[in-house]
């Protein structure tokens, strides 16, 4: 058998280690490349999610969202309701992730089940570019 890694794989070295024990089942490569600590009472366990998280960075996947947010209010959802008064309100959120600004126009067109919100574009006389 191979000898386990000292210190987890990481980048090139991870994935060329697991091009060499491919034939291994996931718990087993985890373990041959590093990802094993042993605790209290000589415990020994595989830290798969390390593991995971390590091949995905190696093979440049990121799983972080990247969000701008300053740790106060809710996560945008995507998600409207109906308010009782029959209005749809979109939030500041969204409007700012689009650059919108006040007084910013919007043609409104109704579908089955869908609506399409069509940003009327306005050239430098204030005319619309869509009414040639």
Do not use: W
């Not at 605790?39 to 995971?52: D, H, I, L």
């Not at 109906?82 to 979109?90: D, E, M, S």
């Not at 919108?100 to 067109?109: A, M, N, Q, S």
């Amino acid at each position: 058998m191979t000898e386990t890694a000292t210190t987890p794989l990481t980048g090139k070295a991870l994935l060329q280690k697991l091009k060499e024990i491919s034939h291994l089942k996931a718990r087993e490569k985890a373990i041959q490349c590093g990802y094993q600590t042993v605790g209290k009472n000589q415990q020994s366990r595989v830290n798969m999610a390390a593991f995971y998280e390590a091949l995905l960075a190696a093979r440049g996947i990121s799983l972080e969202t990247g969000s701008d947010r300053d740790g106060r209010g809710r996560e945008p959802t995507y998600r409207v309701s109906v308010h009782k008064n029959g209005q749809i309100v979109i939030g500041a959120t969204y409007t700012d992730k689009m650059g919108l600004k006040p007084g910013d126009e919007f043609e409104i067109k109704l579908g089955y089940k869908h609506i399409h919100l069509i940003q009327i574009d306005r050239d430098k006389d204030g005319e619309d570019s869509d009414e040639e």
